[in-house]
C-alpha cells in the first residue's frame, strides 16, 4: 500500500505570494491532519477534516486554509506569505484503528 | 491549554548504556503517541499508548505510559548509533478530535 504522499517536496515563494500544498492519505483513510514544523521545533497542529468537514483548527490565523475532496486529498493553502511562514508542513493521514496518526515527508516552504 | 514537556532536550550517550526520555503532560488523556524524527525527514511512528500502565516494547525502544501522573517514558537500552535521532512524544487530548500536541523534542546523538 502506498503511504502518504504530498506535493511539492520543496518550495521557494516571496512574502505576499500564496501557496498551495496537497496530500494523498492512505487508501482507506477517510481524515487528514495537517501540521506546521519549523526548525527546531515541535509540530503545530493547523487543520484536520474528516470526511471533507473541518473538525478541528489550530491557533493560526486566517491566511490559513484547507480543503479536502471527495477522495479523501486535501489542500492546504496559506495567503500573504511572511518570512514566518517557512517551516516544514506535514500531512497526517489518520488511521481508523487507535487514530493513529502517519506522516507524509513533508513539503519544506521557504519563504524569501 | 495542553501543554507537553519532554526532557532532557538534548542527549549524548555513548553506545551501549542505558537511558530514558521523560514525556510530561498537563491534562489528562488516554492516548499517547511516540515518533522519531532524522534531520531533514518526515516523522515515523514508534509507540501508540492507549491506557494507564501500557508498555510497549520495539527492540532497544521501550515506551510507557502513566496517566496518573501525566508521564511517559521512552527507555533506550544498550544504545546504538542508529537510535541516533529528534525523539517527540505527542498527546491526543480529546477523543473525537484528533489533535496532536507535541512535545519539544529530545535530540539523541549516540557516541560510538
Known amino acids: 500500500d502506498a503511504g502518504v504522499t504530498q506535493s511539492p517536496t520543496h518550495l521557494i515563494k516571496t512574502r505576499g505570494q500564496h501557496v498551495t500544498l496537497r496530500c494523498s492519505p492512505i487508501s482507506g483513510h477517510k481524515s487528514v491532519s495537517w501540521y506546521q514544523q519549523v526548525l527546531g521545533q515541535g509540530p503545530q497542529f493547523i487543520f484536520q477534516?474528516?470526511?471533507?468537514?473541518?473538525?478541528g483548527r489550530g491557533n493560526f490565523p486566517d491566511r490559513f486554509s484547507a480543503r479536502q475532496f471527495p477522495n479523501y486529498s486535501s489542500e492546504l493553502n496559506v495567503n500573504a506569505l511572511l518570512l514566518g511562514d517557512s517551516a516544514l508542513y506535514l500531512c497526517a493521514s489518520i488511521g481508523n484503528v487507535y487514530n493513529e496518526q502517519f506522516f507524509g515527508p513533508g513539503t519544506r516552504l521557504t519563504v524569501l | 491549554e495542553l501543554k507537553v514537556e519532554q526532557n532532557p532536550l538534548f542527549l549524548s550517550m555513548q553506545e551501549g548504556k542505558n537511558y530514558t526520555i521523560y514525556c510530561n503532560y498537563s491534562t489528562t488523556s488516554d492516548r499517547l503517541y511516540w515518533y522519531r524524527q532524522d534531520p531533514g525527514k518526515s516523522l515515523e511512528s514508534l509507540f501508540v499508548l492507549l491506557s494507564n500502565g501500557a508498555v510497549k516494547q520495539e527492540g532497544r525502544l521501550m515506551a510507557s505510559l502513566d496517566t496518573k501522573a501525566r508521564l511517559s517514558t521512552l527507555h533506550i537500552t544498550a544504545a546504538v548509533h542508529d537510535l541516533s535521532a529528534t525523539y517527540f512524544c505527542a498527546v491526543d487530548e480529546d477523543f473525537g478530535n484528533e489533535k496532536l500536541t507535541f512535545g519539544t523534542g529530545t535530540r539523541l546523538t549516540i557516541i560510538p
Open positions: 477534516y474528516y470526511e471533507k468537514e473541518e473538525r
